[in-house]
């Protein structure tokens, strides 16, 4: 992969308001110039515990929409159920964390 695409993940990582371009940035240097790929970031980041081992599977999988619901990121999938889903939030505003249910789509 190339570097635009590594920089197009820190972005869209801001633009998503999972992370802030400060965190990013910091991860990018550490990373260094060469051979550094999006997979390589994503691994930075869960180290640092920027992002959780859920967060990193999601955005693997291409899942972004998962990730955050209105002002709070989704942190870990703590049960599953047929009729709804909870997950650990934080609030992107202050983050607070809350439990947060999500009604499945036929619901």
Do not use: C, H
Not at 66 to 72: F, I, N, P, R
Not at 82 to 87: D, I, L, W, Y
Request: proline share 1%.
């Amino acid at each position: 992969m190339s570097q635009i695409e590594l920089y197009a993940l820190g972005e869209k990582l801001v633009q998503m308001r999972l992370l802030d371009q400060t965190q990013v940035d910091q991860a990018l240097t550490s990373l260094g110039r060469s051979g550094s790929s999006p997979d390589a970031l994503l691994n930075e980041l869960e180290s640092r515990n920027l992002l959780t081992t859920y967060q990193v599977s999601r955005i693997r999988k291409g899942e972004w929409d998962e990730l955050v619901l209105g002002d709070y990121k989704l942190m870990y999938q703590n049960a599953s159920g047929s009729f709804a889903r909870v997950f650990r939030a934080a609030s992107v505003v202050d983050g607070t964390i809350v439990g947060v249910k999500e009604l499945r789509q036929r619901w």
